[in-house]
């Protein structure tokens, strides 16, 4: 049985990729935070299931910073294979929590590979990196060979720990690979970002439990996927006979306002009568035209995408409702 460690497990792209690897057969082991709710998480239903969890599904209560703690879950879970996913990943948070999110993402990522590194049979290593190390590209659509030009703390942070995640493949032979994502989504996104944000107020407004959606810049454009084919292209990463880094991307920008309109229209609304915009929402900085091209992926780990846009946002929007309609 092939046994995985997981960081950043109850996330959304943790929860996902769990019960991928539960799908293929691999015992999974996850980094959570001492004072975690796992009743109310994304892992909810694995923690209730008694055929899985503690027999097959194992959590461990613990922080990243306490090495000799990671070092006691690595040495006896001995997985051959590490996804590190935690972090703080709120853009707009990460200027006010510059400080922790550079020790989460940048010095997190940096001791997690020091730990490896002296392990007799290091584990392959999966960094979940980010768009947000382009800032504002000079070309579009970026791929694996664009130059980071971080314009966000939590970029900084990232473009650190995709760096560092380069070197100790290439002076300490660790089989370790940056995956490059882009917005993903889901109805398990978080609720601070604005597909959610957005889908979830459309379907509470619909319901009459909100009476409208204030928001920042709408003219903002992303490239958003699914998280679901994104956690996929992880493991497909690891598999790979190297060690590389890849992109994983739709290649196409939609807008904020595009999302609203999907949104209101999958719940019969008119989104005109609801939506505001707020200065105090707009950002310090914000990326611009980040739209990546993903045929590294496509052609060497023949990674696909599963839904269109379209498709994504109306489910997280149908997902919000409460009630039958
Ligand atoms: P990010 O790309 O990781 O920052 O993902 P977000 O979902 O937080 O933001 C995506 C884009 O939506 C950014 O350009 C934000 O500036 C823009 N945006 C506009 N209004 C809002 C809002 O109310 N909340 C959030 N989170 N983002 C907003």
Redesign the pocket.
Known sequence: MPRALITGITGQDGSYLTELLLDKSYEVHGIVRPNSLLEHSNLKHLYHAPAIYNRRLFLHPTSLEDYGAMWRIVTEAEPSEVYHLAGQ????LSFELVESTCELSAMGTLRLLELLRDLKVPPRFFHAS???IFGKPETGPQDENTPFRPITP?GCAKAFATNIVSVYRRTFNLFACNGILY?HESPRRGE??????ICLAAAAIKEGRQNDL?????A???DWGDARDYVRGMWLALQHPTPEDFMFATGELHS?QEVIEIAFAAVNLDWRQYVK?DAK???PE??AR?VGNPSKATEKLRWTRSTTFKQLMTEMTLAGLKEKH
Do not use: I
């Open positions: 990943t709120h853009v707009g980010s768009s947000e939590y917005n601070n970002f604005v597909t959610q944000k204030v928001l920042g810049n709408t903002s454009e992303r904020v915009t929402l707009l950002r914000d990326p980040l």
